[in-house]
């Protein structure tokens, strides 16, 4: 199994980046896929959180209404739209796949159960 987030780059604050998750050896439908962002010098959170079969989805209190994450089935990616994008948003952004739901303990998305990781992608917001 592998995953591969793509779409990182660079952006100006105010702008949008989208980013990709594919995966092989998997079929993401049947998973839960969450995004997670490490930005320097900080503990990794959970972003975004896109549920197997009803497809609930979840967003962190920071990014709420600024992110969409979705489903391409047929392409067997998900993708996280970023709009808006803030300096704060600098960081390096994940997804990863395991449990069937997406699980979060005190308000927050967590990676419990998240057994495949992609590598990453690198997102800087800068002037």
């Known amino acids: 199994v592998q995953l591969q987030a793509s779409g990182g780059g660079t952006a100006q604050p105010g702008g949008s980046l989208r980013l990709s998750c594919a995966a092989s050896?998997?079929?993401?439908?049947?998973?839960?896929v969450g995004w997670f962002r490490q930005a320097p010098g900080k503990e990794r959170e959970g972003v975004s959180c896109?549920?197997?079969?009803?497809?609930?989805?979840y967003y962190a209190d920071s990014v709420k209404g600024r992110l969409t994450i979705s489903r391409d089935n047929v392409k067997n990616t998900v993708s996280l739209q970023i709009d808006s994008l803030k300096p704060e948003d600098t960081a390096v952004y994940y997804c990863?796949?395991?449990?069937?739901?997406?699980?979060?303990?005190?308000?927050?998305?967590?990676?419990?159960?998240?057994?495949?990781w992609g590598k990453g992608t690198l997102v800087t917001v800068s002037s």
């Open positions: 990863a796949t395991g449990p069937p739901v997406c699980l979060s303990s005190r308000g927050k998305i967590t990676d419990y159960g998240m057994e495949y």
């Open positions: 050896g998997l079929t993401l439908e049947n998973y839960a």
């Open positions: 896109i549920s197997s079969s009803a497809g609930m989805t």
